[in-house]
Protein backbone atom coordinates (compact mmCIF):
# COMPACT_ATOMS: atom_id res chain seq x y z
CA UNK A 1 0.00 0.00 0.00
CA UNK A 2 1.56 3.32 -1.04
CA UNK A 3 0.02 6.44 1.20
CA UNK A 4 -0.17 9.38 -1.41
CA UNK A 5 -3.00 11.29 1.08
CA UNK A 6 -3.28 12.45 4.26
CA UNK A 7 -7.39 13.42 5.24
CA UNK A 8 -6.98 15.68 8.26
CA UNK A 9 -9.92 16.58 10.82
CA UNK A 10 -9.94 20.28 11.62
CA UNK A 11 -11.19 20.72 15.46
CA UNK A 12 -9.37 18.86 18.23
CA UNK A 13 -6.90 17.31 15.41
CA UNK A 14 -5.08 19.80 14.29
CA UNK A 15 -6.72 23.39 16.35
CA UNK A 16 -8.23 23.77 18.93
CA UNK A 17 -11.99 25.29 19.08
CA UNK A 18 -12.01 28.22 20.91
CA UNK A 19 -14.98 27.67 23.11
CA UNK A 20 -15.94 24.11 24.45
CA UNK A 21 -18.38 22.07 23.02
CA UNK A 22 -20.50 24.96 20.96
CA UNK A 23 -22.48 21.11 19.92
CA UNK A 24 -23.77 21.06 23.80
CA UNK A 25 -23.91 24.85 23.83
CA UNK A 26 -26.12 24.97 20.87
CA UNK A 27 -28.50 22.31 22.94
CA UNK A 28 -28.40 23.99 25.88
CA UNK A 29 -29.10 27.11 24.89
CA UNK A 30 -32.30 26.10 23.06
CA UNK A 31 -33.88 23.90 25.48
CA UNK A 32 -33.35 20.35 24.02
CA UNK A 33 -32.83 18.46 26.90
CA UNK A 34 -35.09 15.63 26.42
CA UNK A 35 -33.52 14.70 22.89
CA UNK A 36 -31.13 11.56 22.58
CA UNK A 37 -27.79 13.39 22.52
CA UNK A 38 -26.50 11.16 19.16
CA UNK A 39 -29.28 12.15 17.45
CA UNK A 40 -29.79 15.34 18.29
CA UNK A 41 -25.85 16.03 16.94
CA UNK A 42 -26.63 14.01 13.40
CA UNK A 43 -29.75 16.29 13.28
CA UNK A 44 -28.17 19.43 14.09
CA UNK A 45 -25.16 18.93 11.93
CA UNK A 46 -27.01 17.59 9.17
CA UNK A 47 -29.28 21.62 9.17
CA UNK A 48 -26.58 23.77 10.14
CA UNK A 49 -23.24 22.51 8.74
CA UNK A 50 -24.48 21.16 5.25
CA UNK A 51 -25.39 24.45 3.74
CA UNK A 52 -24.14 27.65 2.79
CA UNK A 53 -26.97 29.94 4.56
CA UNK A 54 -26.68 34.00 4.05
CA UNK A 55 -25.81 34.65 7.60
CA UNK A 56 -25.29 31.90 10.81
CA UNK A 57 -28.42 33.40 12.32
CA UNK A 58 -30.64 32.19 9.44
CA UNK A 59 -28.57 28.83 10.13
CA UNK A 60 -29.77 28.51 13.86
CA UNK A 61 -33.58 29.76 12.74
CA UNK A 62 -33.44 26.64 10.37
CA UNK A 63 -31.74 24.52 13.88
CA UNK A 64 -34.92 25.45 15.72
CA UNK A 65 -37.17 25.06 13.06
CA UNK A 66 -35.53 21.36 13.11
CA UNK A 67 -36.35 20.72 16.25
CA UNK A 68 -39.73 22.42 16.37
CA UNK A 69 -38.85 24.94 18.83
CA UNK A 70 -39.51 28.80 19.38
CA UNK A 71 -36.33 30.69 19.17
CA UNK A 72 -35.92 34.42 20.53
CA UNK A 73 -33.83 37.27 19.41
CA UNK A 74 -32.02 37.16 22.63
CA UNK A 75 -31.12 33.34 22.19
CA UNK A 76 -30.38 33.68 18.24
CA UNK A 77 -28.19 36.66 19.52
CA UNK A 78 -26.29 34.27 22.24
CA UNK A 79 -26.10 31.90 19.66
CA UNK A 80 -24.28 33.51 16.53
CA UNK A 81 -22.11 35.39 19.20
CA UNK A 82 -20.97 31.73 20.65
CA UNK A 83 -20.39 30.91 17.55
CA UNK A 84 -18.37 33.51 16.15
CA UNK A 85 -16.29 33.57 19.07
CA UNK A 86 -15.33 29.42 18.85
CA UNK A 87 -13.46 30.43 15.57
CA UNK A 88 -12.48 33.70 16.78
CA UNK A 89 -10.77 32.59 19.88
CA UNK A 90 -9.25 29.46 18.22
CA UNK A 91 -5.87 28.40 18.14
CA UNK A 92 -3.74 26.13 16.31
CA UNK A 93 -2.47 22.66 18.81
CA UNK A 94 1.07 22.86 19.06
CA UNK A 95 3.42 21.75 16.13
CA UNK A 96 0.84 21.12 13.16
CA UNK A 97 2.32 23.47 10.66
CA UNK A 98 6.25 22.26 11.10
CA UNK A 99 5.14 18.74 10.96
CA UNK A 100 2.56 18.59 8.35
CA UNK A 101 4.86 21.09 6.15
CA UNK A 102 7.84 18.26 6.57
CA UNK A 103 6.10 15.35 5.87
CA UNK A 104 3.96 17.47 2.84
CA UNK A 105 7.06 16.34 0.55
CA UNK A 106 6.11 12.89 1.09
CA UNK A 107 2.06 13.09 1.27
CA UNK A 108 -0.70 15.61 -0.12
CA UNK A 109 -2.67 16.66 2.95
CA UNK A 110 -6.30 16.87 2.72
CA UNK A 111 -8.55 18.80 5.25
CA UNK A 112 -12.12 17.54 5.59
CA UNK A 113 -14.53 19.55 8.15
CA UNK A 114 -17.89 19.91 9.60
CA UNK A 115 -18.23 23.83 9.11
CA UNK A 116 -20.01 26.28 7.70
CA UNK A 117 -18.77 28.66 5.02
CA UNK A 118 -16.49 30.88 7.30
CA UNK A 119 -15.42 29.53 10.12
CA UNK A 120 -12.76 26.62 9.43
CA UNK A 121 -11.64 29.25 5.92
CA UNK A 122 -11.32 32.31 8.63
CA UNK A 123 -8.56 30.01 10.77
CA UNK A 124 -6.60 29.08 7.95
CA UNK A 125 -6.59 32.40 7.17
CA UNK A 126 -5.77 33.82 10.96
CA UNK A 127 -3.53 30.71 11.18
CA UNK A 128 -1.11 31.39 8.03
CA UNK A 129 -2.15 27.75 6.81
CA UNK A 130 -3.79 28.56 3.34
CA UNK A 131 -1.09 26.87 1.52
CA UNK A 132 -0.75 23.81 4.02
CA UNK A 133 -3.74 21.50 2.50
CA UNK A 134 -3.77 20.90 -1.19
CA UNK A 135 -7.11 20.58 -0.82
CA UNK A 136 -10.21 21.30 1.03
CA UNK A 137 -13.23 19.67 1.87
CA UNK A 138 -16.05 21.37 3.65
CA UNK A 139 -19.51 19.82 4.58
CA UNK A 140 -21.73 22.89 3.82
CA UNK A 141 -20.12 22.78 0.29
CA UNK A 142 -20.79 18.93 0.16
CA UNK A 143 -24.04 18.76 1.19
CA UNK A 144 -23.40 16.22 4.08
CA UNK A 145 -21.68 15.62 7.38
CA UNK A 146 -18.73 13.81 7.58
CA UNK A 147 -19.86 11.22 9.27
CA UNK A 148 -22.05 10.33 6.12
CA UNK A 149 -20.85 7.19 4.59
CA UNK A 150 -20.99 9.47 0.92
CA UNK A 151 -18.69 11.96 2.52
CA UNK A 152 -15.68 10.00 1.99
CA UNK A 153 -16.55 8.51 -1.20
CA UNK A 154 -17.09 12.28 -2.65
CA UNK A 155 -13.40 13.08 -1.83
CA UNK A 156 -11.91 10.56 -3.46
CA UNK A 157 -13.88 10.17 -6.56
CA UNK A 158 -12.57 13.84 -6.33
CA UNK A 159 -8.99 13.36 -5.12
CA UNK A 160 -9.12 10.33 -7.74
CA UNK A 161 -7.53 8.12 -5.70
CA UNK A 162 -8.70 5.20 -3.78
CA UNK A 163 -9.04 3.91 0.14
CA UNK A 164 -5.84 2.72 -0.15
CA UNK A 165 -3.99 5.68 -0.58
CA UNK A 166 -5.67 7.72 1.63
CA UNK A 167 -5.18 7.59 5.55
CA UNK A 168 -7.86 9.54 7.70
CA UNK A 169 -6.34 11.61 10.95
CA UNK A 170 -8.37 12.51 13.49
CA UNK A 171 -9.51 12.94 17.30
CA UNK A 172 -12.41 11.10 17.56
CA UNK A 173 -12.96 7.34 17.03
CA UNK A 174 -17.13 8.18 16.40
CA UNK A 175 -16.44 10.92 14.52
CA UNK A 176 -13.53 10.61 12.35
CA UNK A 177 -11.83 6.55 13.03
CA UNK A 178 -15.70 4.88 12.18
CA UNK A 179 -16.60 6.84 8.93
CA UNK A 180 -12.57 6.02 7.96
CA UNK A 181 -12.88 2.32 7.99
CA UNK A 182 -16.01 2.31 6.88
CA UNK A 183 -14.92 3.74 3.52
CA UNK A 184 -11.98 1.15 3.28
CA UNK A 185 -9.16 3.93 4.55
CA UNK A 186 -7.14 3.53 7.04
CA UNK A 187 -7.65 5.20 10.45
CA UNK A 188 -5.05 7.15 12.77
CA UNK A 189 -6.28 8.38 15.98
CA UNK A 190 -4.52 11.26 17.82
CA UNK A 191 -5.42 11.04 21.25
CA UNK A 192 -3.49 13.39 22.92
CA UNK A 193 -5.01 12.61 26.51
CA UNK A 194 -5.07 8.92 26.16
CA UNK A 195 -8.36 8.46 26.65
CA UNK A 196 -9.78 6.17 23.85
CA UNK A 197 -9.03 2.84 22.59
CA UNK A 198 -8.20 2.28 18.62
CA UNK A 199 -5.85 0.21 17.18
CA UNK A 200 -3.75 2.55 15.12
CA UNK A 201 -3.45 5.46 17.60
CA UNK A 202 -0.81 8.72 18.05
CA UNK A 203 -0.60 10.99 21.27
CA UNK A 204 1.52 13.59 19.50
CA UNK A 205 1.62 14.85 16.07
CA UNK A 206 5.23 14.28 16.03
CA UNK A 207 4.49 10.20 15.55
CA UNK A 208 2.75 10.91 12.03
CA UNK A 209 5.22 10.25 10.03
CA UNK A 210 6.60 6.99 11.87
CA UNK A 211 3.47 5.56 12.55
CA UNK A 212 2.87 6.36 8.55
CA UNK A 213 5.58 4.52 6.94
CA UNK A 214 4.78 1.01 9.10
CA UNK A 215 1.89 1.31 7.36
CA UNK A 216 3.44 1.18 3.70
Known amino acids: MT ?24 KQI ?25 SMREGF ?28 MARPLPFIKENLSKLSSDYKFVLVANTDAKSVSN ?9 LFSEVFYS ?3 GLIKTDPEFLKKVMESLDTTASECVFLGDGVNSDM ?4 AAGMKGILIDRRDRQEFGLK ?15
Do not use: H
Open 178 to 181: IPAL
Open 30 to 54: LGLNDIDFSEYVNRMQTVLLTKNYP
Open 61 to 88: EAVAAEFEVEVSDAQLDELVGMWNKSWL
Open 123 to 131: CLEKFGWTD
Open 140 to 142: CDM
Open 202 to 216: IRRIEELGKIIDNLE
Open 3 to 26: IQYILCDFWGTVAQIGVYSPVKKI
